[in-house]
């Protein structure tokens, strides 16, 4: 029952490095999201999939892309790392995208940019 | 616009009492209504929701109301365990759109035996 599986679970990184948070699911779910939780703050969207080959910003998309080549992976980059991206970074995934929808979370990536 | 806010923590509660954690929302139109939970170490995993007014959601022992009249949707538990220790976020999401889910700042938990 692996659900959504995000690697790696920490990292550090200098300003101005690049990095890639991998995401895979493997229930099949069309929608893909990545998030960004700050300390004291709720969850913010960065970017989202609705199916394979279509991504689109959410919230805070600065300082990130995204690509969907596949209905398992969501990869997220980042290109040219700044202490301001230092947060826990979730991907989830749902089935659809109905206000009721359910979505499943992965456990987490925790990014720290000195 | 739509927000969710939620009572601040931590809150620190002995086992065996009741819980309340407080959530209120405002929103367009007529959202669907979310308790997330947290456990150390793990993603968020979903608690229970209702998806209309009066609506009451309920899993583990924990339930929340849908109150349309005081957009409240307040997470009660009658009596807590250790392993209800966890950060719970309220959330609530649009009926439109992929990108229409938007979170509380979550409420930390922690249970002492």
């Known amino acids: 029952n692996a659900g959504v599986t995000q690697t790696p679970k920490f990292r550090i990184l200098k300003i101005g490095q690049s990095m890639t948070l991998q995401c895979t699911q493997d229930?099949?779910?069309?929608?893909m999201y990545w998030y960004r939780q700050d300390p004291g703050m709720g969850l913010k969207l960065i970017y989202y999939?609705?199916?394979?080959?279509?991504?689109d910003k959410g919230e805070v998309p600065n300082g990130y892309n995204v690509s969907r080549s596949t209905t398992e992976d969501f990869p997220l980059r980042l290109e040219l790392a700044a202490p301001s991206q230092t947060s826990v970074y979730f991907c989830?995934?749902?089935?659809?995208?109905?206000?009721?929808?359910?979505?499943?979370f992965g456990s987490g990536t925790q990014l720290s940019v000195l | 616009g739509n927000s969710v806010t939620q009572m601040e923590g931590p809150v620190t509660l002995s086992e065996e009492a009741f819980l309340t954690i407080n959530c209120t929302y405002t929103?367009?139109?007529?959202?669907?209504l979310f308790w997330y939970v947290q456990y150390p170490g793990e993603g968020l995993q979903l608690l229970l929701k209702?998806?209309?007014?009066?609506d009451k959601g309920s899993n583990k022992g924990f339930e929340a109301t849908y109150r349309k009249e005081t957009t409240s949707f307040h997470l009660e538990k009658g009596s807590v365990q250790v392993s209800d220790s966890a950060v719970y976020f309220c959330?609530?999401?649009?009926?439109?759109?992929?990108?229409?889910?938007?979170f509380g700042t979550g409420t930390r938990l922690t249970v002492i035996p």
């Open positions: 989830a995934s749902s089935s659809g995208q109905g206000a009721g929808e359910k979505l499943f």
């Open positions: 929103a367009t139109g007529y959202p669907s």
């Open positions: 229930m099949n779910h069309n929608y």
């Open positions: 209702a998806t209309k007014a009066d």
């Open positions: 959330a609530l999401a649009r009926q439109t759109g992929a990108n229409n889910l938007f």
């Open positions: 999939s609705v199916g394979a080959g279509i991504t």
